[in-house]
C-alpha cells in the first residue's frame, strides 16, 4: 500500500513539472525576447550616437548629398585655336571637291558660311560659269576624303593661318568608277568675329 503512495505521489509530480515547461514554452513564443544588435562600421566599432539614422533599405548611393552649386555663366569663352582651324579647312576640302554634275553645285554655294566675302564673290563667279556650260546628259561625279591636315602657319594675334590638306579623290564617269588619286588643297584662312573662314582655296595640280 505504501509503494502504491509512493508511485501516484511520483507520476503526481512528473506530471507537474511536464505542466511548467509547457506553460513557460507558451510565454515565451507568446513574448518573444527582441535582440538588438549595434551597427558597427566595417573595422567593427559600435556606431552608437553617431547620430546618423539606419534606413536598411537605403544604400550609400541612396543618401543625399550637398551637390557643388556650378555658375556656367562664369566659365571662360572658348578659345578657337590651331586644331579648329585644321578640322574648318578638313571639311572645307572634303565638301568643295566633293560634287556631281547633277547636285546643282551645292558643294560650293553649302560652303558660302564658311567663306570670306571676297571668297564669296569667287563661288558666285564660278557657279554662274559652270552652269553656263552645256549638260551632256551623262552623270560626272567625284568624291573627296581627307587622308592628312597640316597647318602650315597660324597666328592668332593678326587673324591668318594657311592648311594644308591632302585629299584621296576618285571620279564617277557614267557609270565606270575612275582610280582613286591623291590630291592636295592649300587653304588660307582669315580670323573674322572669332570665327575663321577661307580666305582662298587652291587645288595642286594633277
Same mark, same amino acid.
Given at each position: 500500500?505504501? !509503494?502504491? %503512495? ?6 503526481? /509530480? ?16 507568446? *513574448? ?5 544588435? =549595434?551597427? +558597427?562600421?566595417?573595422? /567593427?566599432? *559600435? ?13 550609400? /548611393?541612396?543618401?543625399?548629398? *550637398? ?10 569663352? $572658348? ?26 553645285? /551645292? ?14 564673290? @569667287? ?11 552645256? $549638260?551632256?546628259?551623262?552623270? $560626272?561625279?567625284?568624291? +573627296?576624303?581627307?587622308?592628312? =591636315?597640316?597647318?602650315?602657319? $597660324? ?17 564617277? *564617269? ?19 568675329? !572669332? ?7 587652291? @587645288?595642286? %595640280?594633277?
Amino acid at each position: 500500500m505504501e !509503494n502504491r %503512495k509512493k508511485i501516484g505521489l511520483l507520476i503526481i /509530480g512528473v506530471a507537474v513539472i511536464i505542466l511548467i515547461i509547457i506553460i513557460v514554452l507558451l510565454i515565451k513564443k507568446i *513574448n518573444p525576447t527582441e535582440i538588438v544588435s =549595434t551597427p +558597427t562600421d566595417v573595422t /567593427g566599432n *559600435n556606431l552608437v550616437n553617431s547620430g546618423a539614422t539606419l534606413t536598411p533599405t537605403t544604400t550609400p /548611393g541612396d543618401v543625399y548629398r *550637398n551637390p557643388q552649386k556650378y555658375n556656367v555663366a562664369k566659365e571662360e569663352p $572658348y578659345k578657337l585655336n590651331s586644331n579648329d582651324v585644321a578640322e574648318t579647312a578638313k571639311l572645307f576640302a572634303e565638301r568643295l571637291g566633293s560634287f556631281s554634275n547633277q547636285s546643282d553645285y /551645292g558643294n560650293v554655294t553649302d560652303l558660302k558660311i564658311f567663306m570670306t566675302a571676297s571668297m564669296r564673290d @569667287w563661288a558666285d563667279k564660278y557657279v554662274a560659269e559652270l552652269k553656263a556650260q552645256p $549638260y551632256s546628259g551623262v552623270y $560626272y561625279g567625284i568624291t +573627296t576624303h581627307t587622308l592628312t =591636315t597640316k597647318v602650315l602657319s $597660324y597666328d592668332d594675334k593678326t587673324g591668318k593661318a594657311k592648311v594644308e590638306v591632302i585629299t584621296e579623290r576618285q571620279e564617277t *564617269n557614267a557609270d565606270k568608277l575612275g582610280t582613286a588619286f591623291s590630291q592636295k588643297m592649300t587653304l588660307d584662312l582669315v580670323k573674322s568675329n !572669332n570665327n575663321w573662314l577661307v580666305d582662298n582655296a587652291v @587645288w595642286e %595640280k594633277k
